[in-house]
Every structure is written in C-alpha cells, then in structure tokens.
C-alpha cells in the first residue's frame, strides 16, 4: 500500500507539481503563515484561478503577517478590486510614508541631499495585463507567499533592502473571462490537443478589458480606469523597477530583455537604460533559467519603442520596465514541438524571473537609485540643451477637448500653464521632459523600419491640438486640476429658441441626452450668426437649433432640461429671442433640418475586430451615454434591422452569407446608413456592395525588385504594413460628416493597408489625404507615393435611397483620438442626411 501511494505521488508530480515544484528553493516557511496550495484547496497550476480568490489570498497574507499590507488603487469597469500587496519588514511599513517621500528625492532634480545608504530599493512586481496570459497571476501568488512566509536568509534581505509592490492582476476582467472558459473546458485527464475547446477561446477572448481595450497599449493614453489608477500609484511610489509578465505562441519558448533595438533614430531614453541595465539584468535571468533548464531567447523581437507598455512607461520614469514573455498553455496542458507544456511549468518560469528580479533590483541598488537621480536631472539639461523651451496650444471653439487633453498631460505629471496672451503652454524644462517630448514631438527618420506597435503617437495630434513650439515662454497661472478649464455661462431661459455649438466635443452627449428627454432639435447645414443673450455669435455647420414653442413641453420644462444638459456636459448654450439672423440663414431656413434620435447596431463576434468594436461601445457609453446594439455576427440572420437607421461594420474577417449580404444591403437601400471603418470599407468594395474602388497599382508598373537575403525576408516584409502613422488630410467642411470642424486640414491616424480610392462623385470625398501628408511615424516610400497620397481617408457613397460612409481610417482608435471621434459621430446624429448629388 505504502508503495502504490509512493507511485501515485510520482505520478501527480509528473502531471500535476506539487507544491514544491515551485517552493522548495526558499524553505523554511513560516507555518503560521497559509499557502498558495493550503488557502485555496488546490494546487497551484491544477486550476486557473479566480480574481477575487487571488484578491482574497493577498487580504489573509496582510491580515496575519505585519511583513505585509493590501492596498487598493481602483475599481475596473466591472467593479473588480485593483490591489497592491506591499512586502518589507514590518518596521518599514510603520513608515512606508517617510521612506516614500525620501525615495520620491530621486525624481526632483534641485534636490543636492546624498542617497541615504539604507534606503530600500522600489520594485513593483506586475502581472497579467493580457487577461487570458493567465500564468503570471498564479506565479504572483507563489511569489507573495515566498516574499511573506519564507524564512530564507535571500528572501529576508530582500525584505530588509526593498519594498516590493505586488499588483498581482492588472487586467481582472479579462483574467476572469479566460478564467472562466479555461475551467469550465477543463478535462480529467487534462486534453493537451491544441484543437480541444479549452485552447480556443471564443470571440473577444480573454485577452481584453471589459470595453475591450488592450490594457499594455494604456499606459501612455491613460483612457481605462485600470490605466488612470495605475499611473496615479505610479506616480505616487516611482519605483525602480517594474515587471511586465506576458504569454506568447504556445510553439515558442521563454523570452526576457534585453529586447530588440529601439526603432527611433534618436530615442529619448537614454541608452543605459535598454543596453546597460537591460543586459545587467539579463544575465540574472539567464543564470536562473539555466539552473531550471528552460530555454529561453532574448533581442530578437519586441521593441519598448512605444512609450505606452507596463515595459516601456517605467523607463521613461527613471525606473527599469522589465518584458517577460513566456509560450503558453492556453488551458492546463498542449502538445507542442518539444511535447507537451503544462500550466504549472509556464507558471514556474514566471514565479523564478520575479523573484530573480528583486534579487537582481536589490544587489544593484545603489546603481538603481542614482540612475534615477541622473535621469531626472538629465532631463532639465536635455531641455537647456534645446531650442525649444516649450510648446503653447489650444482649440479655441472646444474647450473640452482642451480640458480631455490637459486631463492627459496632468495623468503623467506633467506641468500646464495658462498663457499669458492666450491658450495653454508647456514648458519643456520640467521633470517631465521626456514625457513632453512624447506629447508633442513628431518623427520622420527612424533607425529600424519594423515596429512591434505603432511608430506614431505624438498625443497633441491624437487631439487634434493646435500646437506649436516656442522659443520664449510667456507663463500665466499654473492648471492644477483639468476641471478648472472649462467654465459654461449657465444659459438665460429663452421663449423662442436655444443654440448649442456642434463645435464642443461634447455637444453631440447633450443632444442625445436632450432627444431622450423627448425634446426636438435640428441641425444647421449653413452657418449663421445671431444676436444671442451673449452678443453677436456665428455659428459654424452643425449648430444645433432647439425651437421652444415647437416642443411638447413648456418653456419652463424646457429651460429645466437644457441647463441640466448644460451642467452635466459643459456645453456652450446660447439663448435667443429671434428667428432673424444678422448674417447667413434664420432659424426657419430649410437649411436647419430636424434629427431623429438616433437608433444604431454594430456587428460583433467571430470575424470582427474586437479592438475596433470595442472603440465604438466605450465611446458611445462613456462619452456620449449612447447605447448601441451589439449583434453577435451569429444572429444576424434572424436579426430584425428596421429598428435602427445606423449599422456599424469595423474592421473584420468578413465571411457573410449571399442572405446575409442582400439582408444588409436591402436595409440600407431603404434609406439608413452603414458605416465600415478599415478593412470592412475594403470588403464591402471587394464585394461590389457600393460603385467605389480601391487604389491599385499595376505590378508591371512597379521596379523588378533586387535579390535579397532570404534570412531577411521577414523584416523587408514587415516594413510594408502600416503599423501606425500620423498623416494629414484635407476635410471638406461642409459636408455633414465634417460638421464641428474649422480647420480643413486634420491629423488622422492610419494603422492599416486599405486605400480608398477617390470616389467619381465630386461630392463625395469627404477626407483624402494632402499633397504632403506626412506628420509623424514610419511608412515607407513605396505604400506613400503609390498608394497613400492618391487615395482618401472618408467617402460617401449612395445605395437607394440610403447611404454607406467608408472610412479608410479609424476614427475611435484606442479610445483616443477626440480628434476625429466627431467624423464617427456625425456619421450616426447625421447619417440620414448625408446625401449624394448626381
């Protein structure tokens, strides 16, 4: 008997590590103190664990040991708990706040004191921000337990010399919706086929965050409230170095920096950090893989160009952003080329790189710590060194998109001043610097053409700021909180008539607030300028037109509402006692047209890109409370279409049915709008759903290319895919679609390879880009002389008596461009006016 439960035990070990698969390195444990294993009931890597059982884990540890504190920093868009456990000895938590205002000297370049010598490192161990990358939260669990309970001589100087931040779940709610289909697919015996459902996950996947969003491309854009309270915690510790634990194709290995060279021609992180300290830190992992015999690669791809990754935002905050990318299980076990990898395994190579972290973080802590002094202070001399001493910026006719984007430099801690002429300015002699430079400066030259990510994101752009730097600085008051930017006049109560500007980001919100509260409003297709209670005011196209006397609800009812409206959008609403004009049409004018709520669906599931569509949910909900219907791409066959006026097809897999298609088309040809954006604008042109074409070029036309390596195939093929630009386009004003802008010349932003062809309809191109349309990024000469500069951004085109607005572009990309989001969202308010002259 003693003998067949020695055998079984072999046996579970080989398929399912015990608990010393992991812990046995760092004995003794504190007994007082409960496992991993002891907590939950299972065995680590033996299921994929819930979020609030990982959150509650890390409570018990804080309640009984006084190594160890729990904090809380946010709430996700699902109301899950954001939490750090904080890990040192327990002398150093009774004053965690003296050590953080002593630590945050570091990042204040007039400060002269001496590094105190006893001062601990800052290391903040962060985990799976790629939800259904399930192995670095289990890994947290092994690695908080070892940092709490282990008696360990190694473990307790580490204790001793740092404070270890453990966030052990940045994206919840994605983990949980991996967590989910990985248990409720999970076999006994465990299934390793790579076909079996547990590897496959359904459309959106765990990948995301509830609305969708790829949480490691937040960092920079600050948009979620699982980015936003992040940053704010970042901001508040500085920590020296920051981890980033990812999973990549299951038919790989292990990956850890150093990582690709940077991109850029010039970066604006100094080379110590992704050379010197990169490949210090290297070694230590390498040593510790080798002493578990895992295979691992470093360099050949990945790259921290982008500023916006939990790997590359700490480097430009004196810390060190640590990529760690480990082949995935996708469920508990798979065959692969070398056999098959369990879950357990994955999870092992994740809990030894954090703990050789801190040892690598606080044997060179005294290195850590003074280059973060010597980045900050190279930051003010970095900015003497220039020219430039800051940039001044505004938009004059929309003060909330001003105050969103102060918002965003106010995220990163950068400093905004009031100018003393007019509008905004930032100086660049700041601590910030290098985050300025991220804001505002734009590329042209870059030193490798093949980009992980995007090579573009100049913010300023994202907001379409008019921006400029100066030589000379003019500073007024300084903006300490965004909230302070905008200040509305609440509107007098009017008899006849209230005007809303289109031109406020957020007039499209109090309009869709007002058409529930049943009031009508119209639209101005010609400008005009009034006699309001505020003095002579021209309004631009799109002006709103609330008639009181025309509604079903007295003027009273009807003052009510719209100061409400007001209040909770910040609008600019204009009072009038007169339908005549001083210039352009009067109130009465056929030109000031009525508008429908408006009713819209977008197609959703397999096929579509759920970035994408995910852009438009987060916007609508949390922008303009807007619901849109999502129709999984599963039922559009039974779908009843005729209640809504818009359909929204972003970029996608298309694969529609000969019914599916003519269900569709039909709908439209009854008078509503279908907006595709990016590769579904290509489809529906593919598909001679519309009279347009796309920009081609003759093969024949093009040079016989030259013989080149075969090894460097992919990185010559690679360059060709437009992975992100900044490029100007010429808009046409008057068009409804482009209603709420002045300029005639907007930055867009193109990350794909779909080049809409000028319609024949002169009416009809509503963008297309400039002569010269280059403002920031990498595109090569071949896809910017054949095949960008003769095509458009927007068209129109007519289907019966309904309409189809073809974006080449995405307006909505990653919750940031407040830029363009009116272009989108003038297509659903104004969709049914867009007409097509013959």
């Given at each position: 008997?003693?003998?067949?439960?020695?055998?079984?035990?072999?046996?579970?070990?080989?398929?399912?590590?015990?608990?010393?698969?992991?812990?046995?390195?760092?004995?003794?444990?504190?007994?007082?103190?409960?496992?991993?294993?002891?907590?939950?009931?299972?065995?680590?890597?033996?299921?994929?664990?819930?979020?609030?059982?990982?959150?509650?884990?890390?409570?018990?540890?804080?309640?009984?040991?006084?190594?160890?504190?729990?904090?809380?920093?946010?709430?996700?868009?699902?109301?899950?708990?954001?939490?750090?456990?904080?890990?040192?000895?327990?002398?150093?938590?009774?004053?965690?706040?003296?050590?953080?205002?002593?630590?945050?000297?570091?990042?204040?370049?007039?400060?002269?004191?001496?590094?105190?010598?006893?001062?601990?490192?800052?290391?903040?161990?962060?985990?799976?921000?790629?939800?259904?990358?399930?192995?670095?939260?289990?890994?947290?669990?092994?690695?908080?337990?070892?940092?709490?309970?282990?008696?360990?001589?190694?473990?307790?100087?580490?204790?001793?010399?740092?404070?270890?931040?453990?966030?052990?779940?940045?994206?919840?709610?994605?983990?949980?919706?991996?967590?989910?289909?990985?248990?409720?697919?999970?076999?006994?015996?465990?299934?390793?086929?790579?076909?079996?459902?547990?590897?496959?996950?359904?459309?959106?996947?765990?990948?995301?965050?509830?609305?969708?969003?790829?949480?490691?491309?937040?960092?920079?854009?600050?948009?979620?409230?699982?980015?936003?309270?992040k940053l704010n915690w970042y901001h508040h510790w500085y920590p020296n170095v920051v981890t980033d634990f990812h999973e990549m194709g299951t038919q790989s290995t292990y990956f850890f920096e150093p990582m690709k060279a940077n991109g850029s021609l010039d970066p604006i992180m100094p080379k110590e950090n992704y050379e010197d300290l990169n490949n210090l830190f290297g070694?230590?992992?390498?040593?510790?893989?080798?002493?578990?015999?895992?295979?691992?690669?470093?360099?050949?791809?990945?790259?921290?160009?982008?500023?916006?990754?939990?790997?590359?935002?700490?480097?430009?905050?004196?810390?060190?952003?640590?990529?760690?990318?480990?082949?995935?299980?996708?469920?508990?076990?798979?065959?692969?080329?070398?056999?098959?990898?369990?879950?357990?395994?994955?999870?092992?190579?994740?809990?030894?790189?954090?703990?050789?972290?801190?040892?690598?973080?606080?044997?060179?802590?005294?290195?850590?710590?003074?280059?973060?002094?010597?980045?900050?202070?190279?930051?003010?001399?970095?900015?003497?060194?220039?020219?430039?001493?800051?940039?001044?910026?505004?938009?004059?006719?929309?003060?909330?998109?001003?105050?969103?984007?102060?918002?965003?430099?106010?995220?990163?801690?950068?400093?905004?001043?009031?100018?003393?002429?007019?509008?905004?300015?930032?100086?660049?002699?700041?601590?910030?610097?290098?985050?300025?430079?991220?804001?505002?400066?734009?590329?042209?030259?870059?030193?490798?053409?093949?980009?992980?990510?995007?090579?573009?994101?100049?913010?300023?752009?994202?907001?379409?700021?008019?921006?400029?730097?100066?030589?000379?600085?003019?500073?007024?008051?300084?903006?300490?909180?965004?909230?302070t930017v905008v200040n509305v006049k609440i509107v007098e109560r009017s008899d006849y008539a209230y005007i809303l500007d289109w031109d406020d980001y957020n007039t499209p919100a109090a309009l869709y607030y007002l058409q529930k509260e049943g009031l009508v409003l119209a639209s101005a297709f010609k400008p005009f300028t009034v006699r309001s209670d505020n003095g002579s005011k021209k309004f631009n196209y799109g002006a709103l037109v609330l008639p009181v006397q025309l509604q079903k609800k007295d003027s009273g009812q009807v003052h009510e509402l719209v100061k409400k409206a007001q209040e909770k959008f910040q609008v600019p609403?204009?009072?009038?006692?007169?339908?005549?004009?001083?210039?352009?049409?009067?109130?009465?004018?056929?030109?000031?047209?009525?508008?429908?709520?408006?009713?819209?669906?977008?197609?959703?599931?397999?096929?579509?890109?759920?970035?994408?569509?995910?852009?438009?949910?987060?916007?609508?909900?949390?922008?303009?409370?807007?619901?849109?219907?999502?129709?999984?791409?599963?039922?559009?066959?039974?779908?009843?279409?005729?209640?809504?006026?818009?359909?929204?097809?972003?970029?996608?897999?298309?694969?529609?049915?000969?019914?599916?298609?003519?269900?569709?088309?039909?709908?439209?040809?009854?008078?509503?709008?279908?907006?595709?954006?990016?590769?579904?604008?290509?489809?529906?042109?593919?598909?001679?759903?519309?009279?347009?074409?796309?920009?081609?070029?003759?093969?024949?036309?093009?040079?016989?290319?030259?013989?080149?390596?075969?090894?460097?195939?992919?990185?010559?093929?690679?360059?060709?895919?437009?992975?992100?630009?900044?490029?100007?386009?010429?808009?046409?004003?008057?068009?409804?679609?482009?209603?709420?802008?002045?300029?005639?010349?907007?930055?867009?932003?193109?990350?794909?390879?779909?080049?809409?062809?000028?319609?024949?309809?002169?009416?009809?191109?509503?963008?297309?880009?400039?002569?010269?349309?280059?403002?920031?990024?990498?595109?090569?000469?071949?896809?910017?002389?054949?095949?960008?500069?003769?095509?458009?951004?927007?068209?129109?085109?007519?289907?019966?008596?309904?309409?189809?607005?073809?974006?080449?572009?995405?307006?909505?990309?990653?919750?940031?461009?407040?830029?363009?989001?009116?272009?989108?969202?003038?297509?659903?308010?104004?969709?049914?006016?867009?007409?097509?002259?013959?």
């Open positions: 008997m003693k003998k067949l439960l020695l055998f079984m035990a072999f046996c579970c070990h080989a398929l399912l590590p015990a608990q010393d698969y992991f812990l046995k390195n760092y004995q003794p444990y504190n007994p007082e103190i409960p496992s991993p294993e002891t907590y939950l009931g299972y065995v680590i890597g033996e299921m994929h664990t819930r979020h609030d059982l990982i959150v509650s884990y890390l409570e018990k540890l804080a309640e009984v040991s006084d190594r160890a504190s729990i904090s809380y920093y946010g709430k996700t868009h699902e109301g899950r708990k954001l939490v750090m456990l904080t890990v040192t000895t327990p002398d150093k938590l009774e004053k965690l706040e003296e050590l953080r205002q002593q630590h945050l000297k570091l990042t204040q370049p007039e400060n002269q004191e001496a590094i105190p010598e006893n001062m601990p490192v800052f290391i903040n161990l962060a985990y799976n921000v790629h939800g259904n990358e399930p192995s670095s939260s289990e890994a947290a669990l092994l690695a908080a337990y070892t940092l709490v309970a282990s008696e360990h001589p190694a473990i307790a100087r580490y204790r001793d010399q740092a404070v270890i931040f453990l966030d052990p779940t940045i994206n919840p709610d994605g983990r949980d919706r991996h967590t989910q289909w990985a248990n409720s697919f999970r076999s006994n015996p465990l299934v390793a086929d790579p076909q079996d459902a547990e590897h496959n996950e359904m459309w959106p996947a765990g990948r995301t965050n509830h609305y969708w969003f790829d949480l490691n491309r937040d960092w920079l854009l600050g948009i979620n409230p699982e980015s936003r309270g070694d230590y992992f390498a040593a510790a893989l080798d002493s578990i015999g895992s295979l691992y690669f470093t360099k050949e791809v990945f790259d921290g160009t982008y500023p916006g990754y939990g790997s590359s935002y700490p480097d430009l905050q004196g810390g060190l952003g640590l990529l760690f990318e480990q082949a995935s299980s996708r469920g508990h076990k798979q065959t692969t080329a070398y056999g098959e990898i369990t879950f357990p395994f994955t999870i092992r190579n994740q809990y030894v790189s954090s703990l050789t972290t801190v040892k690598a973080a606080v044997e060179n802590k005294e290195y850590l710590k003074d280059y973060q002094r010597r980045f900050f202070r190279s930051a003010l001399k970095n900015a003497d060194d220039s020219r430039i001493r800051g940039y001044k910026f505004n938009a004059t006719n929309d003060q909330n998109r001003v105050k969103a984007f102060i918002d965003k430099l106010l995220l990163h801690r950068i400093k905004v001043y009031e100018s003393a002429d007019s509008g905004y300015v930032v100086p660049t002699k700041q601590p910030q610097y290098r985050m300025v430079q991220t804001m505002f400066e734009t590329y042209d030259k870059y030193r490798d053409s093949v980009y992980y990510d995007a090579s573009a994101w100049s913010v300023a752009n994202f907001y379409n700021m008019n921006y400029q730097p100066v030589s000379s600085l003019k500073l007024g008051n300084e903006i300490s909180s965004a909230e609403v204009h009072a009038v006692s007169t339908g005549l004009n001083l210039n352009g049409v009067d109130l009465g004018s056929r030109f000031i047209k009525p508008l429908k709520e408006p009713k819209a669906a977008m197609l959703v599931g397999n096929g579509v890109r759920s970035y994408e569509a995910g852009e438009v949910w987060h916007l609508l909900d949390t922008r303009v409370h807007m619901p849109i219907t999502k129709i999984p791409m599963r039922n559009l066959g039974r779908a009843d279409l005729s209640k809504y006026e818009s359909l929204v097809m972003v970029s996608g897999n298309y694969h529609l049915t000969d019914a599916e298609k003519d269900k569709i088309v039909s709908w439209v040809k009854q008078g509503n709008t279908l907006i595709t954006i990016g590769s579904a604008s290509e489809y529906i042109i593919d598909k001679k759903w519309v009279d347009e074409k796309l920009t081609k070029v003759e093969k024949d036309s093009l040079a016989i290319p030259e013989r080149l390596p075969y090894v460097d195939a992919d990185e010559h093929l690679g360059k060709e895919s437009v992975g992100g630009v900044i490029l100007k386009a010429s808009l046409d004003t008057t068009h409804p679609l482009g209603f709420g802008y002045r300029d005639q010349v907007i930055p867009v932003y193109k990350n794909n390879e779909v080049w809409l062809a000028p319609s024949k309809n002169e009416y009809a191109t509503v963008a297309k880009y400039t002569a010269n349309p280059h403002i920031d990024g990498f595109i090569t000469k071949k896809n910017m002389e054949n095949y960008l500069k003769p095509s458009a951004s927007i068209i129109t085109s007519p289907l019966g008596s309904g309409r189809v607005v073809l974006f080449a572009d995405n307006p909505n990309f990653r919750g940031s461009w407040y830029g363009t989001n009116k272009l989108f969202l003038n297509a659903l308010f104004l969709g049914e006016y867009i007409e097509i002259p013959n």
